[in-house]
């Protein structure tokens, strides 16, 4: 799952709002990081509601109609296996974070050993 998609789960696990509710919450979450488009942002939600992992109802807003999404139950529960999923590969990310720093230091310390230029 991508990351637009994992954080769209993500700020609608917090309850229900609307779309441009959601690119700000998005937006917020991820510190600027993440910024969905409304291009982005609806076909993932009309995605999300025919995979039945959340729900839609209209409602008026400040005057104006509005179509407010849910998770539904489904949607909760993916959230959780993106959530996983995710910290998997960050452990991963890490992992190969770690090993890249030490194979470089190791590289640099030979270097250094045989007399080569500092």
């Known amino acids: 799952m991508g990351l637009s998609k994992f954080f769209i789960l993500r700020v609608l696990h ?6 441009y509710d959601i690119a700000r ?12 488009t409304e291009g982005t942002i609806y076909p993932v939600l009309r995605e999300f ?5 959340l729900t839609v109802h209209e409602e008026v807003v400040q005057g104006r109609q509005r179509r407010v999404y849910q998770l ?3 949607g909760r529960a993916a959230f ?5 999923a995710w910290m998997e590969a960050t452990a991963a990310l890490q992992d190969t974070g770690r090993a890249f ?11 250094g050993d045989d007399g080569c230029c500092p």
């Not at 917090?14 to 779309?19: A, F, N, Q, R, S």
């Not at 509601?49 to 992992?53: H, S, T």
């Not at 720093?101 to 270097?111: L, N, P, Q, V």
């Open 25 to 36: 919450s998005v937006e917020r979450t991820t510190g600027g990081c993440c910024s969905p």
């Open 80 to 84: 959780r296996v993106a959530l996983d």
């Open 49 to 53: 509601e025919a995979g039945g992992f």
């Open 72 to 74: 539904t139950e489904a």
């Open 101 to 111: 720093a030490a194979a470089d230091r190791a590289r640099k310390s030979r270097a």
């Open 14 to 19: 917090d309850g229900p709002m609307h779309g």
